[in-house]
Nanobody, 123 residues
Framework: QVQLVESGGGLVQAGGSLRLSCAAS????????MGWFRQAPGKGREFVAA????????SYADSVKGRFTISRDNTENTVYLQMNSLKPEDTAVYYC????????????????WGQGTQVTVSS
């Protein structure tokens, strides 16, 4: 059975950094594009970043461009989200997801989802 397990969330002050990880199992990881989404309290799920199967193509939400970096290690079946210069508005539950195509920001195309990890940025 497919599992995506996020880790690395926590509480950080504004301006700080966190690195999220998402470990995948039960699927051929290198066959899937991967994405990160987030959901803040009272808001809908929002696209953050996506990366293609081999890592050669990435896309970002405008709100995180230049601050966040998505990467992947297909030997470790893991996708990462390096988050720098964090802002209070980055506070949300962060989810990773797997996509057989490269749908980028369209969450409806992602077939597997993790349970999420909480990121809280204090001002």
């Amino acid at each position: 059975q497919v599992q995506l397990v996020e880790s690395g969330g926590g509480l950080v002050q504004a301006g700080g950094s966190l690195r999220l990880s998402c470990a995948a199992s039960g699927l051929t990881f290198s066959n899937y594009a991967m994405g990160w989404f987030r959901q803040a309290p009272g808001k809908g799920r929002e696209f953050v970043a996506a990366i293609s199967w081999g890592g050669g193509r990435t896309s970002y939400a405008d709100s995180v461009k230049g601050r966040f970096t998505i990467s992947r290690d297909n030997t470790e079946n893991t996708v990462y989200l390096q988050m720098n210069s964090l802002k209070p508005e980055d506070t949300a539950v962060y989810y990773c997801a797997a996509d057989m195509g490269y749908s980028g920001r369209d969450s409806r195309q992602y077939v597997y989802w993790g349970q999420g990890t909480q990121v809280t940025v204090s001002s």
